[in-house]
C-alpha cells in the first residue's frame, strides 16, 4: 500500500511542467504544495491549461516573487516547507 507524503514541487526553470507534475501527484493521495520561483507565469493556453488541473487538484500555488496575484511566501517560509516536506521536487 502506498504511504501518503508531504510533497513540494518547486517551480523554476519550467512553470508547466512544474504544474502537471503537482497535479500528477495528486493521483496518488500525496499531499502537494506547490511553489513558484524566479519570475511570473507567463499568460499562455498550455498554462491556462495547466492552472485548471491545478484547481481540480486542489492545490493553490504559492510563489517567492513579489507585486503577483498568487500568494507571496518570504525566504523563511520556503525553507521550512522544504524542511516538512517528505520530498522535494525542483523543475
Request: aromatic fraction near 2%.
Amino acid at each position: 500500500m502506498n504511504e501518503t507524503k508531504k510533497m513540494l514541487v518547486l517551480g523554476r526553470r519550467n512553470h508547466t511542467e512544474a504544474m502537471r507534475v503537482a497535479a500528477g501527484l495528486t493521483i496518488f493521495g500525496h499531499q502537494v504544495r506547490l511553489i513558484f520561483m524566479t519570475s511570473p507565469i507567463a499568460e499562455t493556453a498550455e498554462n491556462a491549461a495547466q492552472a485548471e488541473l491545478l484547481e481540480l487538484a486542489d492545490i493553490m500555488p504559492e510563489t517567492t516573487v513579489a507585486d503577483t496575484e498568487l500568494n507571496h511566501i518570504q525566504p523563511t517560509e520556503l525553507a521550512m516547507a522544504m524542511l516538512h516536506s517528505q520530498g522535494v521536487i525542483n523543475l
